[in-house]
């Protein structure tokens, strides 16, 4: 019996549950207006109108049913897509924050660059107004800077320069200035030309001239002397 009626109902199931629907609507109009109860058979048929009716109204109510709990998954679904929503403007937010604050230090940074740069500027100006001490490079030698210590005080001694300090680690201070002041390019003079430091020794005025005259005599160098205590340029 009860695969009878399942045959039956998946009969009733080939027509679209709207048309069904429709349909349910003019047998109900009809008994009422009739004032009968619903057409019945023996054995039952699928277009019997109880049978008819009484299946249609579950599928409807099944179909509800079904689509009540997508509504609410729906509901639900989107809930989540708005918590997320509310997340991902939280979390740009708190981005738009960050850029910002990068942005800032960024600009600080550039700014504390451009004071560092104009700070560096003029330490290398001051450095530059020193004097050029020590001998030069092609005849420089590894005790250009002597510091000696008499009477309580140190001083920085070389060919040209000399300097007095009260510690020695001042002294040595002010030797590693001068040597970077020496490892300085030349810097242009006044008119544009470039102001080369005349170099001396115990027997010439000007080593470079000296050089010069050595070289056209077809000399490589002139011959020069550095020795403080030179016994042939000072005597005994």
Same mark, same amino acid.
């Given at each position: 019996?009860?695969?009878?009626?399942?045959?039956?109902?998946?009969?009733?199931?080939?027509?679209?549950?709207?048309?069904?629907?429709?349909?349910?609507?003019?047998?109900?109009?009809?008994?009422?207006?009739?004032?009968?109860?619903?057409?019945?058979?023996?054995?039952?048929? @699928?277009?019997?109108?109880?049978?008819?009716?009484?299946? !249609?109204?579950?599928? #409807?109510? $099944?179909? +509800? /049913?079904? %689509?009540?709990?997508?509504?609410?998954?729906?509901?639900?679904?989107?809930?989540?897509?708005?918590?997320?929503?509310?997340?991902?403007?939280?979390?740009?937010?708190?981005?738009?924050?960050?850029?910002?604050?990068?942005?800032?230090?960024?600009?600080?940074?550039?700014?504390?660059?451009?004071?560092?740069?104009?700070?560096?500027?003029?330490?290398?100006?001051?450095?530059?107004?020193?004097?050029?001490?020590?001998?030069?490079?092609?005849?420089?030698?590894?005790?250009?800077?002597?510091?000696?210590?008499?009477?309580?005080?140190?001083?920085? @001694?070389?060919?040209?320069?000399?300097?007095?300090?009260? !510690?020695?680690?001042? #002294?040595? $201070?002010? +030797? /590693?200035? %001068?040597?970077?002041?020496?490892?300085?390019?030349?810097?242009?003079?006044?008119?544009?030309?470039?102001?080369?430091?005349?170099?001396?020794?115990?027997?010439?005025?000007?080593?470079?001239?000296?050089?010069?005259?050595?070289?056209?005599?077809?000399?490589?160098?002139?011959?020069?002397?550095?020795?403080?205590?030179?016994?042939?340029?000072?005597?005994?």
């Amino acid at each position: 019996m009860e695969r009878t009626e399942e045959a039956l109902r998946e009969r009733v199931r080939e027509t679209p549950l709207s048309e069904r629907l429709t349909t349910c609507e003019k047998y109900i109009a009809s008994m009422c207006a009739e004032r009968r109860p619903p057409k019945m058979t023996i054995p039952l048929q @699928h277009y019997d109108e109880d049978f008819y009716i009484y299946t !249609t109204l579950a599928d #409807a109510q $099944a179909t +509800i /049913a079904d %689509l009540q709990g997508q509504v609410e998954a729906a509901q639900e679904w989107l809930s989540l897509c708005q918590h997320e929503l509310g997340s991902v403007r939280i979390d740009r937010a708190i981005l738009q924050q960050r850029v910002a604050q990068l942005e800032q230090e960024r600009d600080a940074f550039e700014s504390h660059a451009i004071d560092l740069q104009a700070d560096h500027a003029r330490v290398l100006g001051l450095v530059q107004a020193l004097p050029v001490a020590g001998l030069p490079v092609e005849h420089a030698r590894s005790d250009d800077f002597v510091v000696l210590q008499a009477n309580g005080e140190w001083m920085v @001694h070389t060919y040209n320069y000399w300097a007095k300090f009260a !510690t020695e680690e001042e #002294a040595r $201070a002010y +030797i /590693a200035l %001068l040597e970077y002041r020496a490892s300085l390019p030349a810097q242009p003079a006044q008119g544009g030309a470039v102001s080369k430091p005349v170099t001396t020794c115990n027997r010439h005025s000007d080593c470079d001239a000296a050089d010069e005259k050595a070289r056209a005599k077809g000399a490589l160098n002139a011959d020069h002397c550095h020795d403080d205590c030179c016994s042939e340029c000072f005597g005994n």
